[in-house]
């Protein structure tokens, strides 16, 4: 999944359950994550996932990504 590929090359390694969760995400969802991902920040030296977990606790809320 070309999403998966591209949070791996941003964010580092993601963990099991990251994975499992971005695999249940809509179609819209996932449009919505690659879009959000141009803003997520690289940190090549250090695992980050602050951004993706900020994104995914919109979804929690209900909050539309656009």
């Known amino acids: ?3 998966l590929r591209q949070l ?7 963990p099991q359950e990251v994975l499992v969760r971005i ?3 809509s179609l819209e969802q996932l449009e919505n994550l690659g879009e959000a991902l ?3 920040q690289a940190m ?3 695992v980050n996932y602050a ?3 900020t994104w995914f606790s919109t979804l929690d809320l209900g909050v539309k990504i656009t």
């Open 38 to 40: 141009l803003d997520f």
């Open 23 to 25: 695999e249940t995400l």
């Open 51 to 53: 951004d993706l977990e």
């Open 44 to 46: 090549p030296t250090a």
């Open 1 to 3: 999944m070309l999403i």
């Open 8 to 14: 791996t090359r941003r964010v580092g390694e993601l």
